[in-house]
């Protein structure tokens, strides 16, 4: 066999193994469309402290992923403004300004504050300060 059947043959062996990684790069690129996380059809905003803000805040949590994952960050009202800031540079949020985002950083700040950084067992909450 010669050298270029050898190596044609190789080439489209390679082929579906180099469509693959490009495809999946394109998936997990900081440029693809944000995906939105299921969300849970049974979780309310009644269902979270009832502090000044509850309804607004769980409306634009939820326009993205369920609020249960915000219920379990446990973090200080500085870490989830550092967090609103980096979903919207990385994670294509839409930002919020002024009244509004102090009403949401009041909330999450009261509603969900720092928690321990290490869980029993030795989880550790990565966005916990």
């Known amino acids: 066999m010669t050298t270029e059947k050898r190596h044609g043959r190789r080439s489209a062996a390679c082929l579906p ?14 440029f693809a469309a944000p995906q939105a996380a299921a969300q849970d059809s049974t979780d309310k905003a009644e269902d979270y402290p009832d502090l000044p803000g509850r309804d607004e805040t769980f409306g634009f949590c939820t326009g993205c992923h369920d609020f249960k994952l915000v219920a379990s960050q446990g973090m200080s009202r500085d870490a989830w403004d550092e967090t609103l800031d980096w979903m919207v540079k ?39 300060q």
């Open 90 to 128: 990385r994670q294509g949020m839409a930002d919020i300004h002024g009244e509004a985002r102090t009403l949401v950083l009041d909330y999450l700040g009261k509603a969900f504050p720092a928690q321990r950084r290490t869980a029993p067992g030795g989880w550790r909450n990565p966005f916990a």
């Open 17 to 30: 193994l180099a469509l693959g990684i490009l495809l999946n790069a394109i998936a997990f690129s900081p």
